[in-house]
C-alpha cells in the first residue's frame, strides 16, 4: 500500500539513524519499527529478573530489607 505521512523530524532522524547502522532502505526499517511497535505481546508467565545477581546473605526480598531499615530508624527515634 501506498500512502503519505508527515514524520516528526527526531522520529526521521531516528530512521535515518537505523538505516545507517543497517544497510536497510527507509522503507524497511520504518516498516520494521511499525511491526515492532504494533504487533501484539506475547505474555509470559514466566517473570524476568530486574537483577542478575541473587540476594545477599540473609535478605529474603527488598521488602525485609525496608522493614529493617524502619525498625532501625523507630531505634534510633526512640533512643534519641
Avoid: Y
Avoid at 503519505?4 to 527507509?26: C, H, K, N, P, Y
Avoid at 501484539?40 to 545477581?53: D, G, W
Avoid at 541473587?54 to 521488602?63: A, C, K
Amino acid at each position: 500500500m501506498r500512502t503519505t505521512v508527515t514524520i516528526d523530524a527526531d522520529t526521521a532522524a531516528l530512521l535515518q539513524e537505523e538505516v545507517a547502522r543497517t544497510g536497510l532502505s527507509f522503507k524497511q526499517v520504518l516498516n520494521q519499527a511499525v511491526r515492532r511497535a504494533l504487533a501484539p505481546r506475547a505474555r509470559s508467565s514466566k517473570l524476568e529478573p530486574l537483577f542478575q545477581h541473587p540476594f545477599p546473605p540473609g535478605l529474603q526480598n527488598f521488602n525485609h530489607l525496608s522493614d529493617d531499615w524502619d525498625d532501625e530508624e523507630t531505634l534510633r527515634e526512640i533512643n534519641s
